[in-house]
């Protein structure tokens, strides 16, 4: 079968059944140019700044290029409109995201080069997004029959570069912007501002790049259904190859956290995120080594053995630290922002948990009213009306609120006391990951990072001591002994 050259369609069928035959769901999501005015006829539209590539190119990025931007673009559609639905989950534990069947079927120039790589891309995606993706390959007419008004334009001046960054305007971003320099790289920074104020956080640092960054505008032209977003980070990473190819360099960083990108507890529960999982990198650079066999494109996370704090003590300027945001699904916050222009965390979700966490345990002497929340509740809430055994479920469909910031308050508890008082031999018999003397360092540091911040919350509110002091069994004293 052949789809006709033009916007780029994409058919989803999608479904929450146990298996794909039981798809409920079909989408035609279409990939076009900001440019261009679409005709959908019912369609969801997501458009792109292909402008941006074809100017680092010199023309129209290549057809590898452009499929793998708009196959990641496509996903990330499909992500957005396909609703996971309720989950009944009456614990913590992945049932709490309740997975999504997915098919994603998609027309290239080169199949037999993409074919083989369908279930390398299950996997990878997959993962990362806790669904079941299947993508299927299926002939297109070569995209150089058409004529492209970029084609043959000349060149710009390409930025001196050897390397590839993604920057998004959080704190392990602009950490990174200062560790890759301290390393004596040079990377030219990349940034995808997909909604969510993005664009407006990165211009907060326009004065730290000199230029030398890449913004590119992804703009949904539907309603979405669904807010996890997991599937963001094979888009960035993406749009980091089309750069990378273009500007002639192989290494791509993506900085973040190890406690995170590995997961903050070791498990596979609801309050982790894969969206930078080693796991994840490893199968895209295997992705990219088939589609790009000329290239040596491989991406690596230069944090992956930093906890929160240690990537803030990388950022030499506190001021700067004030205008990042980390926290990912702000709602109303997304123009919040301070006297000064300072943007807020919600503080409820578990990236601003970790955030905390970092700013708190940093060299930087953060104190809370600097911590720019929403609602701190680490401060505000009265610790004594809350139980420790059981918390509320009504609101836990939302990624932030007080459930969701207490159950992710006990599950970092819970883990950095067993890291605390587990023999490495008894925590490698249900975690084998810590057998690797890295992966066991950056939790043990952590886990003093975790017992540091209720120390430091508690000297305002005592509630909170008396609150783990309670959920955690501890004799007298003990707490103190555990940072």
Known sequence: MKILKGTKRFLIKSGTGSNLSEADSDYTIVIDDYRTKTETEGSRLIKY??????????????????????????????????????????????EMLKSRQIQILYPVVDVKKWQPLESELNHAVSFISRDNFQYRFIDAIDENQSVNENDGMPRGQLPEADSVAL???????LGGRFHLADEGHNPHFVS?????????????????????????????????????????????????????????????????????????SLETGWTTTRTVHPLFIKSLNRI????????????????????????????????????????????????????????????????????I?????????IQPDRLLLDKNHF?????????????????????????????????QLSFAYRIQTSTQKELVSSNPELLDPDIYGLYERFSKEMFRTVEFFAAENPTLEDYVTEFLSLDEGELVSLS
Do not use: W
């Open 357 to 365: 966490i970092g700013l708190v345990n940093s060299e930087h002497d």
């Open 167 to 173: 920057f998004s305007g959080g704190l392990d971003s």
């Open 192 to 264: 995808v501002d997909h909604g969510r104020n993005v664009g407006h956080l990165v211009r907060n640092f326009d004065h730290l790049f000199d230029a030398n960054l890449t913004s590119i505008g992804v703009d949904e032209g539907f309603s979405a259904y669904e807010n996890t977003q997991f599937t963001r980070s094979f888009m960035y990473f993406a749009f980091a190859a089309a750069v990378a190819v273009a500007l002639d360099v192989d290494d791509i960083y993506v900085p973040e956290n190890g406690v995170l990108s590995r997961f903050s």
């Open 379 to 411: 401060i505000d809430l009265d610790f004594s009306t809350v139980s420790t055994k059981t918390i509320a479920q009504s609101d836990q469909n939302r990624q932030s609120s007080l459930s969701v910031f207490l159950l992710g308050l006990n599950a």
């Open 49 to 94: 700044e292909k402008k941006v590539l074809s100017n680092l190119f010199g023309q129209s990025p290549p057809p590898t290029v452009t499929a793998l931007v708009e196959l990641a673009l496509g996903t990330y559609a499909a992500d957005r409109l396909v609703k996971r639905g309720p989950t009944g989950a009456k614990d913590d534990g992945e």
């Open 288 to 355: 990219f080594e088939e589609l790009l066999p000329d290239r040596q494109v491989k991406i690596s996370n230069p944090f992956i053995n930093y906890t929160k704090g240690e990537v803030v003590n990388c950022i030499p300027n506190k001021e700067d630290i004030f205008f990042t945001r980390t926290c990912p699904h702000p709602r109303e916050l997304s123009q919040g922002k301070d006297a000064v222009g300072h943007p807020y965390n919600c503080g409820e979700c578990i990236p601003c948990l970790i955030r």
